[in-house]
């Protein structure tokens, strides 16, 4: 088989040129960074989770006519996607305080906020992702103000069906963060959802418990991150028993 050409390798994730014209395929990675790539980790089977839960979010959004750029599984850490001209933001929608919001504002994690508050960080590694403001998107033209109004709708969407699919299994959504790219149908260009929606872009705490299954158990060593996520994929059954390795050969009548 020829080999594929490589168009991109980020932290959790490497693009390949796709099969056909305009898609692309996503493999994930077992890397774990956090801090901005100061800390590193090999998490075995987190690329492989990662895979199907983002299949799992993007097929749901689909469902409710959220687009995104999901096509289909290729295999166990592939995934095929369309491709898409990525709008450097990250989006960011909060339900309750966390991370850099409770640090900046003083607020105490877990603090209730009194409605979803959606920011926009500026996607650049080197810079450190800073948070940015409509005004900074707009004067530098990394969004029309159609798309923002588009981003912010979709955003919303997003957080509900995620907020819902996560409480039906117990879980709080408290954060999490998206991308989305412009794909061209024709003469004009339309936003939909890319990148991966998964437990590295989430902050995701048991209802009862408080207890964390997403990637601050890494940032935090708080325990095992593989355990957390296959937790989260254990109870939206996500992960069918069968695609567990088997340890020994069974002898077959
Ligand atoms: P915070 O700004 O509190 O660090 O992150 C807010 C939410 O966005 C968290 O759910 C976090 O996982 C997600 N997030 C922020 N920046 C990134 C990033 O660069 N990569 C990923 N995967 N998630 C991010």
Request: glycine content about 8%.
């Amino acid at each position: 088989m020829a080999r594929r050409k490589k168009i991109y390798e980020g932290k959790a994730k490497i693009l390949y040129e796709g099969p056909e014209p305009g898609t692309i395929v996503q493999y994930f990675k077992d890397d774990a960074t956090a801090f901005n790539a100061e800390k590193k980790a090999v998490i075995e089977g987190k690329g492989v989770l990662n895979n199907r839960l983002s299949e799992f979010f993007m097929t749901g959004l689909s469902q409710i006519g959220v687009p995104n750029h999901f096509v289909r599984r290729l295999n166990m850490r592939e995934q095929l996607v369309r491709s898409v001209e990525i709008v450097p933001l990250e989006i960011i929608v909060r339900n309750y305080a966390a991370g850099t919001m409770s640090q900046r504002l003083g607020l105490e994690e877990g603090t209730q906020l009194p409605r979803p508050i959606v920011e926009y960080c500026y996607k650049d590694d080197s810079l450190g992702d800073p948070l940015v403001t409509e005004e900074h998107i707009a004067a530098f033209g990394w969004a029309s103000q159609q798309e923002m109004d588009d981003i912010l709708s979709i955003a919303l969407r997003v957080n509900d069906f995620l907020s819902g699919v996560m409480l039906a299994v117990g879980i709080r959504l408290v954060d999490f963060k998206i991308e989305v790219g412009r794909v061209f149908d024709g003469e004009f260009p339309r936003l939909i959802v890319a990148d991966e929606i998964s437990p590295d872009s989430c902050r995701l705490w048991d209802i009862e418990t408080g207890q964390k299954l997403d990637k601050d158990v890494f940032r935090r060593d708080l325990g095992s991150l593989t355990d957390a996520y296959t937790e989260v994929a254990r109870r939206l059954g996500v992960m069918p028993k069968s695609s567990t390795p088997v340890s020994k050969p069974t002898l077959i009548n």
